[in-house]
C-alpha cells in the first residue's frame, strides 16, 4: 500500500519551503549588512573623512547702454554750413565699465554721402563743452572712432554736427539724404 | 575487604597528591602571563575651521554682486586636520566630478569659460599627486583650502552668458588614509 505524496520539507531538498526560507533569510541579512555600511560611510580597510565645501549661486552681470534721442533734428545742408545735429542721452546701464565707439553708416551712397562729415562729441550735461574727448569726425561708412570710456551707471550727452563741404558738387542740389545710421558700441575695457 | 578499603585510601591519597601539589602527573610543566597593555587608536578627521568665504577682489560676495568676464571667485576654508597614528599617512583630495578636477583646468559653467584651481596653504607635506588635486598628508595641523574660479575673458560664449545663473555646486574634500610599508 503506497502513502500519499505529501510536500517535501526536508532541508536538504532545494525544493523545500524551509530551505527557500532559509536561503531568503540569509540574503536579506548580506543585503542590510551592506546598506548599512554605505549609509555610515565605513570603509572595509581604512579611515576616511569628507566634508564639502559651499555652493555658490550667482547670476552674471551685463554689459549694456542705453540710447534716448533728447532732440531729433533734420538739418538741411548747404555747401560749407555746418549745422547742429541731433543729441542723445547716453548711459552704461551695465555692470561693467565700456569703451563707447561711435561709427556712422549709410545705406547707400550718393554726391551727399560723398560730402558730408557728421561730428561728435561726449559731454556730461549739454553740448557745449567737451569732457571725454575731442571731437571726432565721422564720413558715411569710414571708420569709427573710440571717444571715452564709461563706467557702470555713468551717463552724458552724445552731440552731434553735420557738415556739408564746400566743395560739394552743385549736382548734390536736391539730393535726399540716404538712411544714417549713428552706431554706438560699447566693448568691457576690465 | 580490606584490600577495597586499602585502595581507596590509596586512591584519595594520590588524587590530594595531584591537587595540592600542582605538579604534572607525568612531565614537569611552567606557565607565565604577558604583562597587560592597553593601546588608544589613533586619529584622523577633517573639522571645519570658523566660516567659509567666497570672495571677489578681496571682498566678501553679496546679494549684489555680478560677476563679469575678468572676475575672479575665491572660495576659502580652514581646516583642521586631525592625524595621529603611528605610522599613518593619507592623502586629501577632491573628490572626483567636483567644480575643480584638476589644476588648471579650464571648463565651461552654465555658459562661462571658467579656470578653475585649487590650493592647500600650507601644504601640509609640500606634495600634490599629479594633477587630480590630490595631496599626501603626514602630520596634522591646520590648513586652507583655496578654491579660484577664473572668468576667461574674451572668449565666443561670453556675451551669451550675460545675465546668467551660474551654480557652483559644493566641491568634496575627501581624506582618505593610505596604506604604509609593512
Known amino acids: 500500500m503506497s502513502r500519499p505524496s505529501t510536500p517535501t520539507t ?44 559651499e555652493a555658490l549661486t550667482v547670476t552674471a552681470g551685463t554689459a549694456a547702454l542705453s540710447l534716448d534721442v533728447t532732440e531729433q533734428r533734420t538739418p538741411e545742408l548747404a555747401p560749407g554750413a555746418t549745422i547742429e545735429g541731433s543729441t542723445y542721452a547716453l548711459q552704461n546701464t551695465g555692470d561693467v565699465p565700456l569703451r563707447v565707439t561711435l561709427a556712422l553708416s549709410a545705406s547707400s551712397e550718393n554726391l551727399l554721402t560723398a560730402a558730408t562729415t557728421l561730428h561728435a562729441w561726449f ?44 566743395t560739394a558738387s552743385s549736382a548734390s542740389s536736391g539730393q535726399t539724404f540716404p538712411s544714417l545710421t549713428l552706431t554706438i558700441d560699447g566693448a568691457q575695457t576690465r | 575487604m580490606n584490600r577495597i578499603v586499602t585502595a581507596g585510601v590509596a586512591l584519595v591519597a594520590a588524587l590530594a597528591l595531584c591537587s595540592t601539589g600542582a605538579g604534572s602527573m607525568a612531565f614537569w610543566q611552567q606557565s607565565a602571563q604577558t604583562t597587560e597593555v592597553s593601546f588608544e587608536t589613533g586619529e584622523l578627521r577633517l573639522e571645519p575651521v570658523g566660516t567659509p568665504v567666497w570672495a571677489s577682489r578681496g571682498a566678501p560676495l553679496d546679494d549684489t554682486f555680478r560677476p563679469v ?63 587630480d588635486q590630490a595631496w599626501t598628508v603626514d602630520s596634522g595641523g591646520r ?27 559644493p566641491s568634496e574634500l575627501l581624506l582618505v588614509q593610505e596604506a604604509t610599508a609593512a
Open chain 2, 69 to 131: 568676464p575678468g572676475d575672479t571667485l575665491t572660495y576659502t576654508q580652514e581646516f583642521d586636520l586631525l592625524m595621529a597614528g603611528t605610522t599613518i599617512a593619507a592623502t586629501i583630495r577632491l573628490a572626483p566630478g567636483t567644480v575643480i578636477t584638476s589644476a588648471g583646468s579650464s571648463f565651461t559653467l552654465d555658459g562661462v569659460a571658467l579656470t578653475g584651481a585649487a590650493t592647500f596653504t600650507p601644504d601640509p607635506a609640500a606634495s600634490q599627486v599629479g594633477a
Open chain 1, 10 to 53: 526536508d532541508r536538504r531538498d532545494p525544493r523545500s519551503p524551509r530551505r527557500r526560507n532559509a536561503v531568503t533569510t540569509v540574503v536579506i541579512a548580506a543585503a542590510a549588512i551592506c546598506a548599512g555600511a554605505a549609509a555610515s560611510q565605513s570603509s572595509t580597510a581604512f579611515w576616511n573623512d569628507a566634508e564639502t565645501t
Open chain 2, 143 to 169: 590648513f586652507t583650502l583655496t578654491l579660484t574660479l577664473g572668468w576667461n575673458a574674451g572668449t565666443a560664449v561670453d556675451d551669451a552668458a550675460q545675465g546668467a545663473t551660474i551654480t557652483i555646486n
Open chain 1, 123 to 166: 559731454t556730461v550735461d549739454d553740448c557745449a563743452g567737451l569732457v571725454y574727448a575731442d571731437v571726432q569726425a565721422l564720413v558715411p561708412n569710414g571708420a569709427g572712432f573710440a571717444f571715452g570710456d564709461l563706467e557702470p551707471g555713468e551717463s552724458g550727452v552724445l552731440c552731434t554736427e553735420l557738415t556739408l563741404a564746400s
